[in-house]
């Protein structure tokens, strides 16, 4: 079985700063041999991506049938938004792709942190931006579960989120993979879970990569079979590479 991870930066394009459809839909395309993808920073209905479903795009680029996808917030990031749900606003948020039916599909939110930081930003330099609420999205199959989510960029907020995950996962009783942006490098997560890595490349930033951010983690190794990582695919979206890898588990 072929796992993709990304953060896709809701398609922001990279060094240009815009969003195009059409170059959206052209990457994503690239992963049609994965079998389950794992998305991170996904519009839906965002003035500033034309409205797009995002999920809905890159799943049917990518040939992956089944789709789901949790909202972190509704409204604008960085700007205007709210936690509580409100469908007559632009959600964002994380998603899951997959080439065959999950049994179930489950939510999780998360509260962000009371402040912020300094963060950089593609084209705009360090910016002080206040940490937001966070998402997981999972599918359930026979024989394992996999969620996609992306945690807090604030130190402490984001260890305690990836127990919070963690522990939800658990609960499926079942072999579990956490894929996604977890904003902690490997020295800090290896110290922070008792979960296992199953790769080990640099991810951010893409122009030039110095830490791995992203990641798969499981809680029993072997159950997903001998790993092979797989080479990330040159994109023109995005700040971060994506994580591809070829398991065992079927």
């Not at 395309?29 to 794992?38: G, P, Q």
């Not at 079942?174 to 879970?193: E, F, Q, R, V, Y």
Request: hydrophobic content about 45%.
């Amino acid at each position: 079985m072929r796992i993709a991870s990304w953060n896709v930066l809701h398609g922001l394009g990279i060094p240009d700063g815009r969003y195009d459809q059409a170059r959206l839909i052209a990457n994503a395309a690239i992963f049609k041999d994965m079998d389950l993808v794992a998305l991170q920073e996904v519009d839906l209905g965002q003035p500033r991506t034309q409205l797009d479903d995002q999920a809905e795009l890159i799943g049917e680029a990518m040939g992956l049938p089944y789709r789901a996808f949790s909202p972190a917030l509704f409204g604008t990031p960085g700007e205007k938004w709210q936690s509580a749900p409100h469908e007559d606003l632009a959600q964002f948020g994380v998603a899951l792709l997959s080439r065959r039916a999950p049994l179930a599909i489950h939510h999780m939110n998360m509260s962000g942190a009371p402040f912020g930081a300094p963060l950089f930003i593609p084209n705009s330099g360090f910016i002080y931006i206040k940490d937001e609420p966070r998402a997981a999205v999972a599918m359930e199959f026979e024989n394992f579960v996999i969620a996609s989510t992306h945690l807090s960029f604030i130190p402490g907020f984001n260890i305690a989120q990836l127990h919070k995950v963690s522990k939800w996962l658990r609960q499926f009783d079942k072999p579990a993979m956490l894929a996604g942006d977890l904003n902690l490098p490997p020295a800090i997560l290896h110290k922070s879970t008792r979960w296992t890595s199953l790769t080990r490349s640099k991810t951010y930033p893409k122009w030039g990569p110095r830490t791995q951010l992203d990641y798969f983690l499981v809680d029993e190794p072997s159950a997903w079979g001998t790993i092979n990582e797989l080479p990330a695919p040159s994109l023109t979206i995005s700040d971060h590479l994506p994580l591809l890898l070829d398991c065992g588990i079927a």
